[in-house]
């Protein structure tokens, strides 16, 4: 038995710069943290030759072309991994929480079944590959930035090369601010599910075609990834928290489907309460908020938040990354 764990992000800023539709042509820079909330999957040799799948559904098949679930599929194509084998997901959140958890569980299944085939493989590795299958073969209209943090974990900065190539920066960020920076985000779950591809496939033909105001917004948020950098390095945390209320007003005008009126309610309801600022992660249009609160105000942005029925998630980042957490292998 194998126990492979990838950990979902927050997109602290300049995120969306990722995406191939703009960093080819420009280039992107974000930074990203990885938070203590995984996506599981375990590996285990199966005696019957079939192969069998557990996660929200269970698949029991002959064949790989056979599987339906098209990340499962194209994994152990990758690896050619053929037959006898169980593989099975939990994850500590939902999908479509705009946390990057679909690239995290790729992540984590190409680590089980490297680990499975007894290979050692980098965190370059696997988020290369991770992109590939997203990417790649499933044309799914994704960025860069999920794959590398799952993989890497910390607070990161990712530079997205015209060239396709990925330079990583551990933010040197100091002990004290990192608590305090940890200690000042307030994430809230909006109550609204949606696949990302709804949002990013507009978001990418804006882009492609070269929209004026679209690339204006998108260089600004790439702007936006450099000056957190500078405050987090600097420890300016509160100025950071003023930040985000710009990045999600040149956020949210990337797609239609990017906010909605009772989003818009939400996220002026917490500003009202005492937040400084906020956004939707990920691609947008429902998952988690994050909203920037100092703590004199904290309990009256909660109890707002509360109110109108919302939920709240409790984090640690992360700064390990991708790893096997049991490896029980037997041939």
Known sequence: MIVSRAPVRFSLGGGGTDLPSYSDRFGGYLVSAAIDKYIYVTANKRFHRDIRLAYSNT???????RIEHP???EALRMLGIEHSIELTSVADLPANSGLGSSSSFTVALLNALHTYKRDFVSSEQLAREAYEIEMGRLGEPVGKQDQYIAAYGNITAFTFAEDGSVHVEPVPIRDEVMEELESNLLIVWSGIERPARVVLGEQRE????LEPEVLERMHRIKELGHEVYRLLVRGS???YGSLLHHHWTQKRRLASKMTDAV???HYEAARTAGALGGKLMGAGGGGFFMFYVRPADRRRVVETMLGRGLRILRFR????GARIV???HRS
Do not use: G
């Not at 804006?206 to 075609?209: A, N």
């Open 317 to 320: 980042f992360d700064v390990d």
């Open 326 to 328: 049991a490896n029980l």
């Open 206 to 209: 804006r882009i492609t075609q």
């Open 263 to 265: 989003i818009d309610e």
């Open 71 to 73: 990340i499962f599929r």
């Open 237 to 239: 945390i509160d100025e």
């Open 59 to 65: 698949e029991i098949v002959p064949a790989v072309e």
